[in-house]
Nanobody, 124 residues
Framework: QVQLVESGGGVVQPGNSLRLSCIVS????????MAWFRQDPGKDREFVVG????????YYTDSVKGRFTISRDNAKNTLYLQMNNLKPEDTADYYC?????????????????WGQGTQVTVSL
């Protein structure tokens, strides 16, 4: 069984940055394609970005391209999301997800394991 634990959320002003982390335990992170999703209350959970198991292929949703960067350190079993130039519309609960499949999926059904989420609020 794989466990995912996110951290790094908080309250920031527009234009500022946050770095989220997701620690993988139970099995080596290197065996999984990983992704970040986010969900605003009352809305569907949406895909943000995914990364393959090696870390040399990524897939971003258009709204975060150029502002967010996903990375992974398999030696530390940790996934990261660097979020720069944050906007109020980035406010959401952010979830880490893992999939044993090679393809980077952009739907919830593509991922088997989920963290509990970390809250990000962007507000003046």
């Amino acid at each position: 069984q794989v466990q995912l634990v996110e951290s790094g959320g908080g309250v920031v002003q527009p234009g500022n940055s946050l770095r989220l982390s997701c620690i993988v335990s139970g099995r080596p992170a290197s065996k999984y394609t990983m992704a970040w999703f986010r969900q605003d209350p009352g809305k569907d959970r949406e895909f943000v970005v995914g990364i393959n198991w090696i870390g040399d292929s990524t897939y971003y949703t258009d709204s975060v391209k150029g502002r967010f960067t996903i990375s992974r350190d398999n030696a530390k079993n940790t996934l990261y999301l660097q979020m720069n130039n944050l906007k109020p519309e980035d406010t959401a609960d952010y979830y880490c997800a893992a999939s044993p499949r090679l393809r980077i999926g952009n739907t919830q059904s593509a991922y088997d394991y989920w963290g509990q989420g970390t809250q990000v609020t962007v507000s003046l």
